[in-house]
């Protein structure tokens, strides 16, 4: 038993993180996900805004805690009037609703007058189009007549990537990728998530989605580089704020944000890919 916990330790130290716990968080979630996408999507679409709702909360909360000062409650909101828009109407509805959404947070940030009133006004806009639009793809994909597939794919190709990333980072890690954004992200890890996503991707594209091999193992590789950089993103944002994780709110993961930095940015990378790839087979 004392050799499994430290086996354990070192595998934590290396990784960056508690190694059971994570794997837990992580069951739960895909739980969560696929029993609420199965039974009754719209509680799915519930869950989802819910925790980008969490997610935005934690990211004014990195901005407050360095000095500015963008409107959390208005900025909530507005992730969630665009992520109702996307369910209810579409990608049309999204492109009409974004700038309002900006356009009345610009003038909202007006009321405290022009005190750093570009660093609130960057802040917002920001955390619109990271937390409010790049979002709003899940439920464009969820809203889908295939529906279940789609989220289903995007599951995993996050998952698949994050699960060899690590493994292979843990096991084969020599080369770090990005040292001073995430010191713990190497090469290694890069590359051995990127062949087995492309096999998953592959295989989910053509018994899921009933499309080529060949076009879902391209999607692999353009998932895997949208995961990789959107976790190197918010990496970016947490170095910038002087902060480790965005929240603790997900024990052994960190934030709600910190879960979901790579879907983030994989879900329209995997929306605008469909798209661009709908006449072929």
Not at 62 to 74: E, F, H, M
Not at 255 to 267: F, I, K, Q
Request: charged content about 15%.
């Amino acid at each position: 038993m004392s050799d499994l916990h430290a086996i354990n330790e070192a595998i934590n130290k290396r990784a960056g993180r508690k190694l059971f716990t994570s794997l837990f968080i992580a069951l739960v979630l895909l739980a969560i996900i696929f029993t609420s996408m199965a039974l009754l999507p719209v509680a799915f679409a519930l869950v989802v805004a819910l925790a980008f709702a969490i997610s935005i909360h934690e990211l004014v909360g990195a901005y407050r805690g360095s000095g500015i000062y963008p409107p959390g409650l208005l900025l909530i909101i507005s992730g969630l009037s665009l992520y109702a828009v996307a369910w209810w109407w579409g990608s049309e509805g999204v492109l009409a609703a974004l700038p309002v959404v900006a356009i009345i947070n610009l003038i909202w940030l007006l009321k405290k007058g022009p005190g750093e009133y570009a660093a609130r006004a960057s802040a917002s806009l920001l955390s619109i189009l990271y937390l409010g639009l790049l979002p709003s793809f899940i439920f464009l994909l969820a809203r889908d007549s295939d529906g279940f597939a789609l989220i289903s794919v995007l599951v995993i190709l996050v998952g698949v990537n994050d699960t060899f990333a690590y493994i292979a980072g843990v096991l084969l890690g020599r080369h770090k990728m990005a040292p001073l954004l995430s010191p713990k992200k190497s090469w290694e890890g890069f590359f051995g998530g990127l062949v087995a996503t492309a096999i998953a991707s592959a295989t989910a594209f053509h018994y899921l989605l009933e499309r080529s091999w060949w076009i879902g193992a391209l999607m692999g590789v353009v998932g895997v580089l949208a995961a990789t950089f959107g976790d190197l993103i918010e990496s970016a944002l947490k170095r910038d704020f002087g902060i480790k994780d965005m929240s603790s709110f997900l024990p052994g993961h960190g934030g709600m944000l910190d879960r979901l930095d790579s879907a983030t940015v994989t879900a329209p990378a995997l929306w605008i890919f469909l798209e661009v790839t709908r006449t072929l087979v």
